[in-house]
């Protein structure tokens, strides 16, 4: 008798079997199929779970770390700072950006896991029997909105990709690429119909896929396809729904406490819709002491080490050790590597006064030396303001580079609340000396995370507004942020790119993908060669698109997977 054995592993899914007559292939009893496990309403919403969990793992960098932080360095934004060669610095970005590179391989590859696990929902919705209309709609809803999400991802950073919208019934060694175009085509099809079948914000559990963040990607996506009037009516959309609005007003757990409303929206248990903030248009979630949670890696790598600082006194030219004690690093952040450092274009070059988004609150730029005895001179002096920064060892690349600089905490909780983890599986805390919880390890950070927030939606309809040439409707939507920033107000004048690519860093530094914003531009290079101090001395104008990985290719033997030009 001829058998099919069915493979099923993270929703990849092979058949392999020869010509037989339907009633002679053997029915799977003891394994899981999609066909068998993808009947009832729970055994959807798991497999749902799991497109959820793969943003999820992107967004909190639990795929490769260097992958992650590709996303963000080597950009207008921040550079890798665990270079420490100074010869080797100077053919980096070239060097290591070439169709082998790990890093867009492992971005390909998380995205096309997602794709292909929305494939597997939607084709089984198409056969099922078993739930009601409004389950049915709610699934579908959310798969073709990562499904989309996913494609819209791809086609920025790579350009033109491969479409695959089946369930594979088996491995496939024929793809082709579509054109970039016709991949946004595709994420505006799945987003308009994705539209009809979600749920408003305001209905919905919190982190859940709704109509507005739908909205807000179908902006970005149109935007793309240079359909500017339909970009503004979708974010116009989102904007004016009475269930969403900027943040503008001090509110959450610290409203009482020093602050400002700006740094409200990055407390502990602040971002999500029920418990007030309705600027976060999807907030991912994650739970401390839960066992299948994820902790976001984000906040220990943008960080500087502050554990140690070693300085060169100028009158006895001898070394000494400056620490910060971990009770000065627990009240401003989670331990820090400093493995992302952000450039001085964005420390010190895009910042106008009174901007709260620069605010001590948000962007430390300077420190009290604690961790020499109380008795010592240095106790308690400021570490840039008292000369202190300029003492650093300068033949120890590592100290000039990732030992001091501003601290951004974004990423980080408040004293008193947990810091972070060493992850999901230790689960064995102490009390901090602030009243919450550090756990061993202080590796990854257990915070609600934002996917998008209203904030990118009047940033796009800008984008969008500048499409049309339309500048003073593009800076009274900057304004809108400049705004509740307590900003200098921008000009009509002012409108181009290069302002609202600033703005962008001013607004959602440390949570838009830059690497994925200015390829999706086509300014990766000419941001990069302007402002980078590493990846802009050798990156090339072909650079502004990823190269396709290696890999992909060379499996790909039916048919030619085509590179980008310049790799």
Known sequence: MKKRIVIYLLGFVAVLSSCSKSFLD????SIYTPDNSLQTSIQYQQATNNLYNGIRNIY???????????????????????????????????ATMVPSYFIPQGIW??????????????????????????????????????????????????????????????????????SRDEVYQQCKKDLQQAITLLSDINQVTD??????????????VLISLKDYDGAITSASEVINFPGLSLMKSRFGRKANLP??????????????????????????????????????????????????????????????SIMFNTKF??????????????????????????????????????????GVPATSPDYGKWYVKDGYKDKVQPADFRDTIRNFYPVIRKTSPSAGDFVSAAGP????????????????????????????????TYLLRAEAYLGKSEKQKAADDIN??????????????????????????????????????????????????????????TIETYHNLWPIPATEITQNTGAVLDQNKGY
């Open 109 to 178: 590859t998380a995205y096309y896991k997602i794709i292909t696990n929305a494939n597997l929902i939607i084709s089984q919705l198409n056969k099922s029997t078993q739930l009601s209309d409004a389950d049915k709609n709610s699934f579908l809803g959310q798969a073709l909105f990562f499904r989309a999400y996913s494609y819209n991802t791809l086609a920025n950073l790579f350009g033109g990709v491969p479409i695959e919208l089946n369930e594979l019934a088996a491995p496939r060694y024929d793809y082709v690429r579509a």
């Open 259 to 320: 602050g400002d409303a700006y740094r409200d929206l990055f407390e502990y248990n602040n971002q999500n819709y029920s418990t007030g903030n309705h600027e976060g248009l999807l907030v991912l979630q994650t739970t401390l002491n839960n066992s299948a949670s994820i902790g976001d890696q984000t906040a220990w790598a943008i960080v500087p080490s502050l554990t140690g600082v070693r300085i060169v006194e100028s009158s006895s030219k001898t070394k000494m």
């Open 207 to 220: 982190g859940t896929v709704n109509k507005q963040i739908a909205k807000h990607i179908l902006t970005e």
């Open 425 to 456: 599986a230790m689960l064995t805390n102490t009390t901090n000396p602030f009243g919450g919880f550090l756990l061993n390890g202080a590796s990854r950070l257990f915070m609600q995370k934002y996917m998008a927030r209203l904030a990118e």
């Open 60 to 94: 909190m960098g639990n795929i490769n770390l260097d992958t992650y932080f590709g996303l963000y360095y080597a950009t207008d934004f921040a550079y890798n700072a665990t270079d420490y060669d100074p010869a080797a610095k100077l053919n980096a970005y070239k």
């Open 26 to 29: 053997e029915e799977p009893l």
């Open 329 to 370: 690093v627990d009240s401003i952040s989670s331990n820090g590597v400093g493995w992302i450092r952000p450039t001085s274009h964005f420390f010190y070059e895009i910042w106008t006064p009174g901007d709260i988004r620069n605010s001590t609150y948000n962007i430390v730029r300077d420190i009290r030396i604690s």
């Open 480 to 537: 809108a942020l400049r705004n509740r920033a307590q900003a200098t107000p921008a000009s009509a004048a002012e409108m181009n790119m290069d302002y609202i690519l600033d703005e962008r860093l001013r607004e959602l530094y440390m949570e838009e993908f830059r690497a994925v914003t200015l390829t999706r531009l086509g300014l990766l290079y000419d941001r990069d060669k302007r402002y980078n101090p590493k990846s802009g001395l």
